[in-house]
């Protein structure tokens, strides 16, 4: 659809203020996108995440998250690990240059010996915490044994201790990056992955320890802050939970920092306990906290830091965007946003059928700007050349007998038509009265001034009638116009308001499942939004395959037998990473199949064609072929045929039944203009679960059937589309086999052979004759062969379309489930 342009006007003192918010709109949105594309898409989020753990500590010596780190991000992001690696080793310098040695070291040894592993490994997911520990605990074994040259019980010790806590981190970590990473992913997370997303942004936390920020702790204030943020979005569960878990990281990293979990936790309880009173009650929370455990458990002398760093957390806490929040909020359970999304389903059905009723908005629209576009429009142009008929009338029954014709319109061109000019202006206004000025002016001019006075009430009649009759007609188009758009928008509105609820399919999502499971297949979920024959609508998320293809080789073939009808995959979004999902979509597959080829010429080889053809695909498996062919040649038969197709889609599409749809395509082309301006219209409309079509043919040529050495010809005789307001059409119906080819084509192509008598016969044996199948080599020899028998000169605009009629032969055959009962 084109756009349409509009202005408005706004008042004066208010003028500046809109450009001023789009301004700031357009800059934060720009600024988001920009650090979305630095940190998300290029992955240096990585690089600043491994500088952090690089340099984190675990008792104030243990060093187990490098690794760990590392190797998720190379198993789950592998074009990011370069980045993650030169962070770590940047963080580990920062503690000392052996440290930043051993980092590099370690990491290259699990490279080469995890990709040497790779050609035996079935499940690298599973493998990875192993390997990470078992290198992780040999290299800090040898490095103890190097650095003392005997190894001690608690050396054993510590380094059984960090090859446990590099496994338990690799897992986490697996289950976290994800989340930090990656833009589409699946929406909704367990309880256990909020646990891993906690626990590996307190360990990135940990990094931070040491750093102040005028002589406030920099760890303290990111901590609080991290437990207000969630206090505020889950309320007193998850807020508990996250400060224990970040306090407990911070207290094994800094024994110290053991009492920071006290404070954390209360924050917690107390923040959530107090979200209803939005972000002041969450910081009110906090401010308790503070005071409460500050004072019991250091003493009032460090009161003041402690209580200024909560300070300090609650700015940034307050700073936080409402946008951030409420998007971190869809992936937390118990939170409105996370039940938001879990009845997406609900809004998809409901967009169905909001979008069913849209498009018959789309049809009353198309209707309304058909006739707007007709309104004639008076300009000085065309005014101009009214009063040039008016006057050439009147002077052809008054100047052209006249002995002074010469002397007033060959020498005084100017003066006559400026006073006769006046003189019908004057009449006009004055009920065919002339001021006595001008009169005695005429007089002295003319010698039929009478007569002229007589001619010119009688033009006017005549020129006031049709100008009446002009305006009534675009006052009727433009209250038609006015009254489709009105239509329209009524329908569209309430498109908007519809609600629909989602069918209840748990017995069938129950026995699907239970049938994948039966058959060794995991499926995570599964969503049925249709089950009726023919019009099947199902979505499942389906664990990562790596590839294999199980949707479209398993479920897919396992869902037609217990469908009772071919199923096949419509859409699917493979995860990019391993323990992801894939999402997919099943649907019902058509019983045919339809190959099209077109082509065309426009006459004399112009680039503007008066015909004009059209594919379309109708849903509910159907398909369309169209051809109208305008009055003439040139744009303006180019602009009626392709009109009537832009209308016939729009109506088509909509759902409206064939008949009807040309009956009223023929009421709105006869009514919007009074030219003779008319299209033929070429309809087959093929069901593709059966292959039945249905042929309307409004003033066009007859169409072919070619089935093997067999022509059928199908024709029907209706007047062109536009020439009567009442009309019946008709309807030819035709089975379609397999195999079947049907050529359609514009009068250009079918009466357009030079010394042929009966075209019928002609196009037969020119069928016949051809040695393929493939639709658009059959349209360009037949375009071919007619431009050839006309010694290669195209005097009309030519159209052909080519159709073949295929079964659509699944790639897979169905599996039998001889366990599940048929849903019928």
């Given at each position: 659809?084109?756009?349409?342009?509009?202005?408005?006007?706004?008042?004066?003192?208010?003028?500046?203020?809109h450009?001023?918010?789009?301004?700031?709109?357009?800059?934060l949105?720009?600024?988001?996108?920009?650090?979305?594309?630095?940190?998300?898409?290029?992955?240096?989020?990585?690089?600043?995440?491994?500088?952090?753990?690089?340099?984190?500590?675990?008792?104030?010596?243990?060093?187990?998250?490098?690794?760990?780190?590392?190797?998720?991000?190379?198993?789950?992001?592998?074009?990011?690990?370069?980045?993650?690696?030169?962070?770590?080793?940047?963080?580990?310098?920062?503690?000392?240059?052996?440290?930043?040695?051993?980092?590099?070291?370690?990491?290259?040894?699990?490279?080469?010996?995890?990709?040497?592993?790779?050609?035996?490994?079935?499940?690298?997911?599973?493998?990875?915490?192993?390997?990470?520990?078992m290198?992780?605990?040999?290299?800090?074994?040898?490095?103890?044994?190097?650095?003392s040259?005997?190894?001690?019980?608690?050396d054993?010790?510590?380094?059984?201790?960090?090859?446990?806590?590099?496994?338990?981190?690799?897992?986490?970590?697996?289950?976290?990056?994800?989340?930090?990473?990656?833009?589409?992913?699946?929406?909704?997370?367990?309880?256990?992955?909020?646990?891993?997303?906690?626990?590996?942004?307190?360990?990135i936390?940990?990094?931070?320890?040491?750093?102040?920020?005028?002589?406030?702790?920099?760890?303290?204030?990111?901590s609080?802050?991290?437990?207000?943020v969630?206090?505020?979005?889950?309320?007193?569960?998850?807020?508990?939970?996250?400060?224990?878990?970040?306090?407990l990281?911070?207290?094994?990293?800094?024994?110290?920092?053991?009492y920071?979990?006290?404070?954390?936790?209360?924050?917690g309880?107390?923040?959530?306990?107090?979200?209803?009173?939005?972000?002041?009650?969450?910081?009110?929370?906090?401010?308790?906290?503070?005071?409460?455990?500050?004072?019991?458990?250091?003493?009032?002398?460090?009161?003041?830091?402690?209580?200024?760093?909560?300070?300090?957390?609650?700015?940034?806490?307050?700073?936080?965007?409402?946008?951030?929040?409420?998007?971190?909020?869809?992936?937390?359970?118990?939170?409105?946003?996370?039940?938001?999304?879990?009845?997406?389903?609900?809004?998809?059905?409901?967009d169905?059928?909001?979008?069913?009723?849209?498009?018959?908005?789309?049809?009353?629209?198309?209707?309304?700007?058909?006739?707007?576009?007709?309104?004639?429009?008076?300009?000085?142009?065309?005014?101009?050349?009214?009063?040039?008929?008016f006057?050439?009338?009147?002077?052809?029954?008054?100047?052209?007998?006249?002995?002074?014709?010469?002397?007033?319109?060959?020498?005084?061109?100017?003066?006559?038509?400026?006073?006769?000019?006046?003189?019908?202006?004057?009449?006009?206004q004055?009920?065919?009265?002339?001021?006595?000025?001008?009169?005695?002016?005429?007089?002295?001019?003319?010698?039929?001034?009478?007569?002229?006075?007589?001619?010119?009430?009688?033009?006017?009649?005549?020129?006031?009638?049709?100008?009446?009759?002009?305006?009534?007609?675009?006052?009727?188009?433009?209250?038609?116009?006015?009254?489709l758009?009105?239509?329209?928008?009524?329908?569209d509105?309430?498109?908007k308001?519809?609600?629909?609820?989602?069918?209840?399919?748990?017995?069938?999502?129950?026995?699907?499942?239970?049938?994948?499971?039966?058959?060794?297949?995991?499926?995570?979920?599964?969503?049925?939004?249709?089950?009726?024959?023919?019009?099947?609508?199902?979505?499942?998320?389906?664990?990562?395959?790596?590839?294999?293809?199980?949707?479209?080789?398993?479920?897919?073939?396992?869902?037609?037998?217990?469908?009772?009808?071919?199923?096949?995959?419509?859409?699917?979004?493979?995860?990019?990473?391993?323990?992801g999902?894939?999402?997919?979509?099943?649907?019902?597959?058509?019983?045919?199949?339809?190959?099209?080829?077109?082509?065309?010429?426009?006459?004399?080889?112009?680039?503007?064609?008066?015909?004009?053809?059209?594919?379309?695909?109708?849903?509910?498996?159907?398909?369309?072929?169209?051809?109208?062919?305008?009055?003439?040649n040139?744009?303006?038969?180019?602009?009626?045929?392709?009109?009537?197709?832009?209308?016939?889609?729009?109506?088509?599409?909509?759902?409206?039944?064939?008949?009807?749809?040309?009956?009223?395509?023929?009421?709105?082309?006869?009514?919007?203009?009074?030219?003779?301006?008319?299209?033929?219209?070429?309809?087959?409309?093929?069901?593709?679960?059966?292959?039945?079509?249905?042929?309307?043919?409004?003033?066009?040529?007859?169409?072919?059937?070619?089935r093997?050495?067999?022509?059928?010809?199908i024709?029907?005789?209706?007047?062109?589309i536009?020439?009567?307001?009442?009309?019946?059409v008709?309807?030819?119906?035709?089975?379609?086999?397999?195999?079947?080819?049907?050529?359609?084509?514009?009068?250009?192509?079918?009466?357009?052979?030079?010394?042929?008598?009966?075209?019928?016969?002609?196009?037969?044996?020119?069928?016949?004759?051809?040695?393929?199948?493939?639709?658009?080599?059959?349209?360009?020899?037949?375009?071919?062969?007619v431009?050839?028998?006309?010694?290669?000169?195209?005097?009309?605009?030519?159209?052909?379309?080519?159709?073949?009629?295929?079964?659509?032969?699944?790639?897979?055959?169905?599996?039998?489930?001889?366990?599940?009962?048929?849903?019928?």
């Open positions: 659809m084109e756009k349409t342009n509009a202005s408005f006007i706004a008042p004066v003192g208010k003028v500046s203020l450009p001023s918010k789009s301004a700031l709109g357009s800059g949105g720009k600024f988001h996108a920009l650090l979305e594309s630095l940190f998300i898409k290029k992955g240096y989020l990585l690089l600043f995440v491994g500088f952090l753990l690089g340099r984190a500590l675990i008792l104030a010596k243990l060093t187990p998250f490098c690794l760990p780190f590392f190797a998720s991000v190379y198993l789950i992001r592998r074009e990011r690990a370069p980045l993650a690696l030169i962070g770590l080793v940047v963080g580990a310098a920062t503690l000392s240059l052996a440290n930043a040695a051993f980092t590099f070291t370690i990491t290259i040894c699990f490279l080469v010996i995890f990709r040497i592993s790779q050609k035996w490994l079935t499940n690298e997911m599973r493998a990875l915490p192993f390997f990470v520990g290198i992780l605990g040999i290299g800090k074994l040898g490095e103890a044994f190097i650095l040259q005997q190894l001690v019980l608690y054993l010790m510590m380094v059984g201790v960090q090859a446990s806590l590099a496994f338990i981190l690799t897992l986490i970590f697996l289950q976290s990056i994800p989340l930090l990473t990656l833009n589409k992913r699946r929406q909704l997370l367990k309880t256990e992955e909020i646990v891993c997303l906690i626990i590996m942004l307190a360990s936390m940990t990094g931070t320890i040491g750093w102040q920020v005028y002589d406030l702790s920099l760890e303290h204030i990111m609080r802050y991290l437990v207000l969630f206090s505020f979005i889950a309320g007193a569960t998850v807020g508990s939970t996250v400060g224990v878990v970040t306090g990281i911070f207290s094994l990293a800094s024994v110290s920092s053991f920071h979990m006290s404070l954390l936790a209360f924050s309880v107390l923040g959530g306990l107090m979200k209803e009173g939005k972000k002041i009650g969450v910081s009110i929370g906090l401010f308790i906290a503070t005071l409460l455990i500050g004072m019991y458990g250091e003493g009032g002398g460090s009161l003041l830091k402690t209580v200024l760093e909560s300070t300090a957390a609650v700015f940034l806490f307050l700073l936080t965007p409402q946008a951030l929040t409420s998007r971190l909020a869809k992936y937390i359970p118990g939170t409105p946003e996370y039940t938001a999304e879990q009845q997406k389903y609900m809004r998809k059905m409901r169905v059928t909001a979008q069913r009723v849209s498009q018959f908005s789309g049809v009353f629209h198309a209707l309304s700007k058909s006739f707007s576009q007709m309104e004639v429009i008076q300009d000085d142009t065309e005014s101009d050349r009214e009063m040039d008929y006057m050439s009338n009147v002077t052809e029954k008054t100047c052209q007998t006249c002995f002074k014709k010469e002397q007033c319109w060959a020498k005084n061109f100017n003066t006559t038509y400026a006073y006769m000019e006046e003189i019908i202006h004057e009449m006009d004055n009920d065919g009265a002339v001021s006595t000025k001008l009169s005695r002016d005429w007089e002295k001019l003319c010698t039929r001034s009478k007569k002229v006075y007589e001619t010119i009430g009688q033009q006017l009649t005549f020129f006031q009638a049709n100008q009446k009759l002009k305006k009534q007609v675009q006052e009727s188009r433009k209250l038609v116009a006015d009254q758009l009105g239509v329209s928008e009524v329908m509105s309430f498109a308001e519809i609600q629909r609820e989602r069918e209840n399919h748990h017995k069938q999502e129950e026995q699907i499942i239970e049938a994948m499971q039966g058959f060794g297949i995991h499926i995570e979920q599964v969503e049925i939004y249709s089950l009726d024959p023919g019009n099947v609508d199902i979505e499942m998320s389906v664990p990562f395959c790596n590839g294999h293809g199980e949707c479209e080789k398993l479920i897919a073939p396992m869902l037609s037998d217990i469908l009772e009808e071919t199923i096949v995959v419509n859409k699917e979004e493979c995860a990019t990473f391993p323990n999902f894939c999402h997919v979509t099943f649907r019902s597959s058509k019983a045919f199949i339809v190959e099209t080829g077109a082509a065309h010429a426009a006459k004399d080889g112009g680039l503007v064609s008066g015909d004009s053809y059209s594919t379309i695909e109708l849903g509910l498996g159907k398909y369309a072929i169209a051809i109208s062919d305008g009055m003439g040139g744009e303006r038969a180019h602009y009626e045929s392709n009109e009537t197709l832009k209308l016939l889609q729009k109506i088509l599409q909509s759902g409206i039944e064939e008949r009807t749809a040309i009956k009223s395509i023929n009421s709105i082309l006869s009514l919007r203009t009074t030219d003779e301006i008319f299209s033929t219209l070429d309809l087959a409309m093929i069901d593709l679960k059966n292959a039945s079509a249905k042929f309307l043919k409004i003033g066009s040529t007859p169409s072919f059937i070619k093997g050495n067999k022509i059928i010809k024709q029907a005789s209706n007047l062109p536009g020439i009567l307001q009442e009309f019946e008709d309807v030819v119906s035709e089975q379609l086999k397999a195999g079947d080819l049907l050529v359609m084509m514009s009068d250009g192509v079918f009466e357009g052979p030079n010394h042929v008598e009966n075209y019928d016969l002609w196009m037969k044996r020119k069928l016949l004759e051809l040695e393929t199948d493939d639709p658009q080599e059959i349209a360009d020899l037949i375009l071919e062969e431009i050839r028998s006309k010694s290669d000169i195209i005097d009309d605009d030519m159209t052909v379309t080519v159709a073949k009629i295929k079964h659509n032969t699944p790639k897979w055959a169905s599996i039998p489930v001889h366990k599940v009962k048929r849903h019928a």
